[in-house]
């Protein structure tokens, strides 16, 4: 009898680093893997990463959505509140005999919450570990206690895990499974990537990314302001990602996209 695993992710920033994970749980016969797919995955607003993974054709997908529209505290309340829902049936109609998490998520709380309820054993990956400047820790820590199996990332997480109470043989150090794609990915040339921005990338070249803070959101819009300030002054490429769907991604977005607009080669994705 296959050991029946449901891995979920809720946005690219789990998807990508378990990738290689996906491909080995898929491909064991062993296992009957289930990805389920929800939150920022399947918003328009949030570049609709559904479609990357269906490019990648896994055996089953599952798609639970949960996120609603809105960046305030009472939004993600909601989306929480919905996913807790959601995914009570989805455990009660699959019963997967084990729930895969990775990180730290705020809509992973409600997701345990719902495996917890029901029974159903839960292996967390990349506990342990620390953030400045967010909940992440409130929540990853939170995320241990409910967990079964744990696989921190490094050492010193494992040691955390261990000192929250959690015995030994439940700790596997395994590192992070994003680290696969060093030894494993394609990289892409400066010509394929070059290709993939439309221009040509100038000398020296910024990757940007800020997200929100979330331990003091009144801080938020100075941050962001002197990012702005900081990059109206650079001469070179500056390519922008957009932030997490958080309190106040919303605010952040706009004000960037506007520096976008009045800079040459500084696209905002």
Known sequence: MKLKVAHVTTCRS??????????????????QTILVVGGSHLKKSHGY???????????RVHRIP??????????????????????????????PDILLLYGDRIELLPIATAA???GIPIA????????????????RHALTKLAHLHFPS???????????????????????????????SQHASRDELEASLGFQIHEPALLVTLHPETVFPQNNLALVDELLIVLEKWFGTIIITAPAPDPGGGDYSQKIAVICKSKKKCPFY
């Not at 789990?14 to 296992?31: A, Q, R, V």
């Not at 990463?49 to 990648?56: A, G, M, Q």
Request: charged share 30%; glycine share 8%.
């Open 49 to 59: 990463t559904y479609s990357e993974i269906l490019k990648h054709k896994w055996p």
């Open 154 to 184: 490094t050492k010193s997480s494992a040691m955390r895990i261990r000192k929250m109470g959690e015995e030994p043989w439940r700790i596997i150090h395994s590192g992070d499974p994003a680290l696969d794609h060093f030894k494993l």
């Open 116 to 118: 917890t309820i029901h």
């Open 66 to 95: 949960f996120l609603v529209d809105g960046d305030r505290p009472e939004d993600l309340a909601e989306s929480c509140s919905r996913a807790l829902k959601s995914f009570g049936y989805f455990f009660r109609d699959e019963k």
């Open 124 to 139: 967390h990956i990349c506990g342990g570990d620390v953030t400045e400047g967010a909940i992440d820790d409130q929540v």
């Open 14 to 31: 789990d998807y990508c680093p378990c990738y290689w994970l996906l491909k080995e749980l898929f491909g064991n016969e062993k296992l």
